[in-house]
């Protein structure tokens, strides 16, 4: 009864796992895509060394909702 029990953890605990390597391997592609495809214009990286915190709001931003994503695929 056990055996079957850790069984089904494992296998619960490696399509979470799998599941949030996705999400965040999505989220930081997201992120690399609105920085060279929308802000075209803007150096996401450059604005943070200079000390804007409206980019670096917005950056943290998305990287929160990643977090979000990962703290569900450990959730199941």
């Not at 850790?6 to 949030?20: H, K, M, R, S, Y």
């Not at 200079?50 to 695929?73: E, W, Y």
């Amino acid at each position: 009864m056990e055996f079957d029990f850790l069984g089904a953890t494992i296998v619960n605990l490696t399509i979470n796992i799998i599941f949030t390597l996705i999400a965040l391997f999505i989220g930081v592609k997201a992120l690399l895509f609105v920085d060279d495809k929308l802000l075209k214009s803007i150096d996401l990286q450059e604005e943070i060394k200079k000390g804007n915190i409206a980019v670096s709001i917005f950056a943290s931003s998305i990287l929160i909702f990643v977090a979000l994503i990962v703290t569900f695929g450990f959730k199941g």
